[in-house]
């Protein structure tokens, strides 16, 4: 073992990189440093990570491991436990992190922070992932904003900007502890190797997010307004998976789109990260806001109960094209369009009328930007019950949506290639197409691809009834 005295240990959580992490550059100053990691299964409980997330992870902390010189120092079991362990063990002086907004996360670093100052130990903890801080920004009247547009525009925009990003350290002088545990002993890999299929579509690591933002920002910000909306269209960054585990910070996603003139798409681009900071903002303000619907009325909402439904729904098979197609990107990619989590969404809890918990449980386990903040905030809103959501008697319609948004059936064909060969104008409701349109394309309906599970249109009808009743009895 190496020399043990005024050592520094920084706390790797979700900020998996080196360049622009105020954690690490300041106890890289402090001296010797030993970089960990903690699977904290135990105190995360219900939101332990998702077999998707735990993917992306062990790939993120093998590349960190090797940007670090293979020196990090991996555990798994209960944060409070090993730190305390360390710090006794490797005479430690300070300890640095950077701070995740999880409630479960907030109330543990909390604890430990108290147990270290007990020990006359420095607990350091620094904001490593979000532009503004959640408490910096209230309303003239001190209490947090629920609307977006004035959180933004507003309490963002006319406080201070976002601060620059850092470097790398130019040196990290790492230590090592006998007790750490190997990547393979994390377990992080499911045993049934479904997660080979992910590799394929990601560059997972800090090198890996650099470069998605090198070639996205390339690829240009022009035409991202209208583009985004278009899931065949290379218009979206997929940057999201990389900003969750922190290998990239937004600062720096936010000050590389900033360079260059103003124009609305750069700007409309920035208000993406707004409603990534929006998201944060409530789940601070809001601890409940994973399970508990912002507005109190929902809790007389009927939900159904239809776990057939549900289960079609995960698979892809619901037989309507377009809801098809999100959730099989979802199982094959581990990520869908912005645009298609809300049809795919809306399915669920108003044509389906399923509670959103269920579509949120499952995105939670199945998407590798899995992030508490934004898929409860972004169910929330899809179920019309969060703040500044969508209203509920919003239906979308998910033929049209499909029509609009997917004009030529690209994404559609590519995810639900048994109808590739439907005509456009009978892609997103083949139920509709004449007999001699689906034998001409080889499409039996319920054999080949299934009938659609609900009638768009009466389910319509029953969202809006149920929705009326919820009224009424508030
Ligand atoms: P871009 O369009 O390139 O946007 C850049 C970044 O801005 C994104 O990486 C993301 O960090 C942020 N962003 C963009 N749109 C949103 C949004 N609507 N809300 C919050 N942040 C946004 N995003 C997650 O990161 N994790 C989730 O678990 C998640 N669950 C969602 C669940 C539902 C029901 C809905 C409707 C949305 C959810 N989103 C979630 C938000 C959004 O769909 C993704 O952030 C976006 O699709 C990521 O793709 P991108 O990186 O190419 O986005």
């Known amino acids: 073992m190496e020399q043990t005295s005024g050592t520094a240990i920084v706390w790797f959580r979700q900020d998996l990189r080196l360049h622009d992490n105020p954690a690490l550059s300041l106890a890289a100053q402090a001296g010797r440093v030993l970089p960990i990691y903690i699977l904290d299964d135990e105190t995360a409980g219900k939101y332990r990570m998702g077999g998707a997330s735990r993917w992306w992870l062990h790939h993120s902390l093998a590349s960190l491991d090797k940007a670090l010189g293979g ?54 903890s620094d904001n490593g992932s979000l532009l503004w801080e959640p408490w910096q920004v209230l309303k003239g009247d001190g209490t947090p904003y629920r609307v977006f547009t004035p959180f933004f525009r507003k309490g963002c925009l006319q406080s201070a900007p976002p601060r620059r990003p850092l470097g790398a350290p130019t040196a990290i002088e790492p230590v090592s502890d006998p007790q750490a545990q190997t990547l393979d ?55 999201s998976p990389h900003l969750h585990f922190g290998e990239i910070s937004p600062h720096q996603v936010w000050h590389a789109a900033s360079a260059g003139p103003d124009n609305r798409d750069r700007d409309h681009f920035r208000s993406e990260l707004g409603w990534r900071e929006f998201s944060y903002y409530l789940l601070y303000h809001f601890p409940d806001l994973p399970h508990t619907n912002l507005q109190p ?23 309507v094209p377009i809801v098809d197609a999100g959730m099989r990107e979802l199982w094959q990619t581990g990520y869908m369009h912005n645009r298609v989590r809300m049809i795919v969404g809306s399915f669920l809890v108003k044509n389906l009328l399923l509670h959103w918990h269920s579509g949120e449980r499952w995105f939670y386990d199945c998407l590798v930007d899995a992030d508490l903040a934004n898929n409860s905030a972004g169910w929330q809103w899809i179920a019309g019950c969060g703040a500044d959501a969508a209203p509920y008697f919003r239906i979308f319609n998910p033929v049209t949506q499909g029509q609009r948004f997917d004009p030529d059936g690209v994404y559609t064909r590519r995810f639900v290639p048994e109808i590739a060969a439907l005509p456009d104008q009978y892609l997103f409701n083949p139920w509709e197409a004449p007999e001699a349109v689906l034998r001409d394309a080889g499409v039996r309906l319920g054999e080949t691809y299934p009938a659609p599970i609900v009638n768009l249109k009466a389910s319509r009808e029953r969202a809006l009834a149920a929705f009326q009743s919820m009224k009424s009895a508030s």
């Not at 305390?84 to 479960?104: M, Q």
């Not at 057939?308 to 619901?318: D, E, F």
Request: net charge positive.
């Open 71 to 124: 020196r990090l120092q991996l555990f798994r079991g209960p944060a409070d436990e090993i730190i305390t362990r360390l710090v006794e063990l490797h005479a430690v002086t300070g300890v640095y992190w950077n701070r995740c907004y999880e409630p479960w996360r907030i109330q543990r670093d909390i604890a430990i922070k108290k147990m270290l100052t007990q020990k006359r130990i420095a607990a350091h």
């Open 185 to 239: 002993e994390l377990g992080l890999l499911p045993h049934i190797r479904w997660d080979q299929k992910l590799a394929s579509h990601w560059s997972v690591g800090e090198a890996g997010a650099r470069e998605t933002l090198r070639q996205f920002l390339d690829r240009g910000l022009d035409g991202y307004k209208e583009g985004r909306d278009f899931p065949a269209r290379a218009n979206v960054s997929r940057l």
């Open 297 to 319: 009325s929902f809790s007389n909402f009927p939900w159904a109960e239809d776990a057939v439904a549900l289960k079609a729904w995960q698979q892809g098979r619901t037989g």
